[in-house]
């Protein structure tokens, strides 16, 4: 990583850090994961606290510096500028908390430095339009997403002892679908009834899948 230059990423986490720090997780297209030490922002002077809220959209000027004493080396954030917000991703308790829900996996998969530019493109994209989709879109847009995270993390989810609990239930057929097809979930339309037996079936596809690659 150079010493100093501006990258563009999504604000995940952060964690306050002694009086006035915090540690931010940035994601950015290029290097995926980096974590930011970001310098008196908990002030109330601080002009770049505001830029650090999760599920964000951020210019950030990064700078490496050496620690005096045990010579470690640190990435600090510069300069902050807010490029999206997702107003309406925000004022949508149930779209935010799906946002939020991404990044929690994205976490459990990847380590810093792991770059992952379409899963940035895909999240990106996921944000600006959860608020305008229905339910139904929404289950499908995050199993979607989830697979395509699971794909790029080189994990191939075990469906063989998978049993749906109805003939009704379409959820292995549509999985099947979005694991070869991920960029088409656009394409799928759902009843509320597939939809839930879509969320019930990825929720147990990705707790079996993570407790054996865990």
Known sequence: MPISRIVSALVFTRKNSGEADRIVTFFTKEEGLIRVIAKGVRKIPSARGGHLEPCTRVSVALHESRAR??????????????????????????????????????HTLFEAGQAAPDIFDALLQAWR???????????????????????HAGIVPDMRSWNTNTTKDTSRAVIKYLTEYPSHASRISLSEEDANFLQRGMKDLLTKTLMVYS
């Open 69 to 106: 004493i045990s010579g470690e080396v640190g990435i600090y954030a510069g300069k902050i500028e807010t490029e999206e917000y997702f107003h309406t991703l925000r004022e949508d308790a149930d779209a935010f908390s799906r946002a939020c829900g991404h990044i929690r996996l994205f």
């Open 129 to 151: 339009v959860y608020p305008t989709l229905s339910h139904a879109r929404r289950i499908v847009m995050d199993a979607s997403l989830s697979l395509r995270m699971i794909h």
